[in-house]
């Protein structure tokens, strides 16, 4: 069965540090990769999305993410991070059902971002 | 305009009862979806619903009845409430059947008292 792994529970940066999200999945196939953002309160936004082709992609907000087959990683990432960046991360796969008729989304358990100032 | 809404934002009811939410899109999607995040922020999908046909059913009490009236709409319905169904309810669209970015609503939150 596919599984999605964030290592991380809580992560702490400073205004302006870079950042490095993790998301390891496990799945048999070529996996569609996601990161999702949730602000408090709210629902969950598309961050980025790797379905093929060139394995870093570029996401909305000025994240990006690296997919690396060999390690069966997909860790999203940030130059430069902002107040406003303070939320939960959830990485997701996309998964065929097993009637072959429907992708349906697995989560990992999601990543807590804390910006100081 | 909001792509994907949910109604009521927050839902606080006893043990027992009956309680709907309801959830529209107006992306003019055909693919809806009702996930569950539960207290430690762990999303699951419940029901997805294609052209207002049952796709998906996971593992869920059939206490739980999802309903969709047009391809626009999908409702879940929870008959006789547990403390353990507090929760958050996600609503969710897509392009289509296969298609792969889903895009949610803001979230019901339940609490059972």
């Known amino acids: 069965a596919q599984s999605v792994t964030q290592p991380d529970i809580h992560i702490t940066v400073s205004e302006g540090a870079s950042l490095e999200l993790r998301c390891n999945y496990s799945y048999g196939a070529t996996p569609y990769l996601f990161w999702y953002v949730q602000s408090p309160g709210q629902g969950l936004q598309l961050l980025l999305k790797y379905f093929s082709g060139d394995t870093l992609v570029q996401g909305i907000k000025g994240f990006e993410a690296e997919f690396k087959r060999s390690q069966s990683s997909f860790n999203l990432r940030k130059p430069s991070v902002h107040w406003s960046d303070a939320a939960e991360y959830f990485c997701?796969?996309?998964?065929?059902?097993?009637?072959?008729?429907?992708?349906?989304?697995?989560f990992g358990s999601g990543t807590q971002l804390t910006v100081l100032p | 305009d909001t792509a994907v809404s949910q109604t009521p934002k927050y839902l606080v009811t006893q043990m027992g009862n009956d309680k709907s939410i309801k959830c529209e899109q107006n992306l003019g999607h055909d693919t809806m979806y009702w996930y569950k995040q539960d207290s430690k922020k762990f999303l699951k999908i419940m029901f997805s619903?294609?052209?207002?046909?049952?796709?998906i059913n996971e593992t869920v009490p059939n206490r739980f009845s999802p309903k969709s009236p047009d391809k626009a709409h999908l409702n879940l319905h929870i008959n006789s409430l547990e403390l353990g169904d507090s929760a958050v309810y996600f609503c969710?669209?897509?392009?289509?059947?296969?298609?792969?970015?889903?895009?949610f609503g803001p979230g019901t939150r339940l609490t059972v008292l």
């Open positions: 619903y294609n052209n207002k046909e049952l796709i």
């Open positions: 997701a796969v996309g998964v065929l059902f097993s009637s072959g008729s429907a992708r349906q989304l697995t």
């Open positions: 969710a669209s897509s392009q289509r059947l296969g298609a792969d970015t889903q895009y």
